[in-house]
């Protein structure tokens, strides 16, 4: 699997944040942005569900750590694939409507059933570590200025598609994916 996972690494998409459950923020206190549909439907085949990591930025703004969620939520039991993202940062409103860019880069574990809604919130708050810290490796803080954050997008079509900028996957230069 992890030969899986390094084929599809980095992975680059954008797309305007689409209303998800709402259970991000008032059930867990853990926003999370939703992908729209035809992100979820973009992503390469082989790429496994599960728990990713990377940088995320709203619009134009700063760039910042982001954990990511792929699948369908086992706890809940959705019956849509989905791509929930958690940008680590306070934000003082939800950005709907605004457009999401994120790099993955690493990954975490797999998507799981829990037996209550605080396992899974110690689950959450546990990748958010490791994420911060895989993120400080030189390997992956090169990627928040990437020009794919930097450059101004003036072509709708780029929008909601994915983009490779033909680096190597920073698990090649020393990352313990
Ligand atoms: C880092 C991260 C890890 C997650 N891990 C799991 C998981 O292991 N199992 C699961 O059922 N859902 C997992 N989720 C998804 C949450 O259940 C989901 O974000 C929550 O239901 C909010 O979704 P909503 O905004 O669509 O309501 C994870 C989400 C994030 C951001």
Redesign the pocket.
Known sequence: MLEKILACLPYYCRGTVVK?????SKE?G?P?A?FPEVVVENLPRDLPTG?YYGWAQVDKEEVHKM???VGW????HNEKK?M???VIHHFPSDFYGQQLSVVMLGYIRG????SSLDA?IE??NN??SIAKLELEKESMLRYKSDRYFTKVTDSIQEIDKPWSNGTDHPASQGSNL
């Open positions: 998800g459950f709402g259970r991000g867990l853990i999370t939703n728990i954990v990511m969620s939520n086992p706890y809940y989905s929930e993202t958690h998507e799981e059933n829990f899974l689950a959450i990748d958010i």
